[in-house]
Antibody, heavy 119, light 111 residues
């Protein structure tokens, strides 16, 4: 069964840090770009970041560039998102999603992990 | 870079057809055939419904179809069913520094 399971969300104060993880199973992880997408409470989806198959290329949304870092450990089939300098507006459910080699869409998706930035 | 523009809501009776538009620019929707559509029920993760403008993944009902004209993509749901009530988001690859952009989202209500 294809599965993505996020973890690491929680409550953090403004300016704090958090690291999200996304464990993949049921598919060949190294054949997928991996993405982070977030959804603020009651709001729409927003693309956050992506990393290529071996971690050599990354991209970020303007709103998180310089504060967030995406990485992956292919030996552990795990994707990460290190979030520093967190702001209230970063509060959201964070989803990881896969993009197969040559694909410009997101499938599969994880169930999401909630990040709340509040004092 | 702004989100792609979608109508906030669309509603129709069971059995009818609806079309959701997704308007961007020549740097995203109009520039690439890489528009995808996602269905999201409350409390659930998004689900891929259409990719590359008009392709349906295995397992997605053929009641869902996609198209594109210029800078506007469209998702059509025919024979509307109660289970289609959900939020729908378009997404496009872009030439901007942020390589992907989502639409503002459309709430579909089955009357």
């Amino acid at each position: 069964e294809v599965q993505l399971v996020e973890s690491g969300g929680g409550l953090v104060q403004p300016g704090g840090s958090l690291r999200l993880s996304c464990a993949a199973s049921g598919f060949t992880f190294t054949n997928y770009w991996m993405h982070w997408v977030r959804q603020a409470p009651g709001k729409g989806l927003a693309w956050v970041s992506r990393i290529d198959f071996d971690g050599s290329r990354t991209n970020y949304a303007d709103s998180v560039r310089g504060r967030f870092t995406v990485s992956r450990d292919n030996a552990k089939n795990t994707l990460y998102l290190q979030m520093n300098g967190l702001r209230v507006e970063d509060s959201a459910v964070y989803y990881c999603a896969g993009g197969a080699r040559g694909a410009y869409y997101f499938d599969p998706w994880g169930q999401g992990t909630l990040v709340t930035v509040s004092s | 870079q702004s989100a792609l523009t979608q109508p906030a809501s669309v509603s129709a009776s069971p059995g009818q057809s609806i079309t959701i538009s997704c308007t961007g620019t020549s740097s995203d929707v109009g520039g690439y055939n890489y528009v995808s559509w996602y269905q999201q029920h409350p409390g659930e993760a998004p689900k891929l419904m259409i990719y590359d403008v008009s392709n349906r993944p295995s397992g997605v009902s053929n009641r869902f179809s996609g198209s594109k004209s210029g800078n506007t993509a469209s998702l059509t749901i025919s024979g509307l069913q109660a289970e289609d009530e959900a939020d729908y988001y378009c997404n496009s690859y872009t030439s901007y520094s942020t390589p992907y952009v989502f639409g503002t989202g459309t709430k579909v209500t089955v009357l």
